[in-house]
């Protein structure tokens, strides 16, 4: 199968971050336990799948865990790891760089570091962190500097704070991840991040969680409430409407056809959600995405991959 899909949604677990989850207990992601990775594996799965290229990211749990010192080191492991796999694979890996956040500054030399040292093609950012949502003041600064640089960011979900409060007994990446995302989304728009930041290019996962549904909503808050929006001055569509989405775990007839009649095809991209989806359902998927019938051929094209290169157009000078 000739390889040409870009895959923006592409995590890593390297020996080195397993290690140190392990030495503080942790073994999970979202009550799904870590799934092995190895890169001989990764490029085996992407080589099956056609996808050329993938952009890589530490995905949840993230790095911090309540000691900023652990964090930082972490994070600056898993950078420099991840610039190692481009180093050493130019043409089969870009990266986001994952930050030691909620420290603020420890977050800003890091991206200093990732983006202007190792070069690498982004960031990722968690919805939430701690009991704080991205849009919080908090994140002020870090949001500031990425507007600047006019980086390329991916917005992934984490098991959000409070929901263990439903007592549903299930594990977090059912339902509680796609609602974290959908929270960090509502957050952006209504602390006015997204009016102040125009220039971040954001990527929401899985389809933006549940924004497709949610669009009424949206739409219709300022209408009720209208101090909601005196810090988002334009429509809550607007807004919607410039981010991107990715297809991870997404590609089923009723989301993509809620996903497309909120963007247009020029905002999805393609993502696999390797390694937490095994290759088996990662070809199911694709299956989904390529068999529905709202894309036409070349609509698709640039869903796996045109869309990709536009946002991180170093991909195509890698050698």
Known sequence: MEAYRVDVHHHILPREYVQALESIGKSESGGSALPEWNVEAALSMMDSQGIATAVTSISSPGVYFGDINFARDLARRCNEISASLIDKYPQRFGALAVLPLPDVEAALVEIDYALSTLKLDGVILLA????????????????????????????????????????LNLPGFIVEFVFDTTRAVANLIYSGALERYPDISIIVSHAGGTVPYLVQRFTIATEIMPQLGEKAPQSAITYLKRLYYDTAISTSTPTLRALQELVGTTQILFGSDYPYMEQSLIENSISALTGYEGFSENELAFIERQNALKLFPQLNYRK
């Open 128 to 167: 939430s962190y701690g009991n704080e949502y991205l849009g919080n003041p908090l994140f002020e600064e870090v949001f500031a500097e990425l507007n600047r640089r006019k980086a390329t960011v991916l917005l992934h979900p984490t098991t959000p704070p409070g929901s263990d409060v439903a007592k």
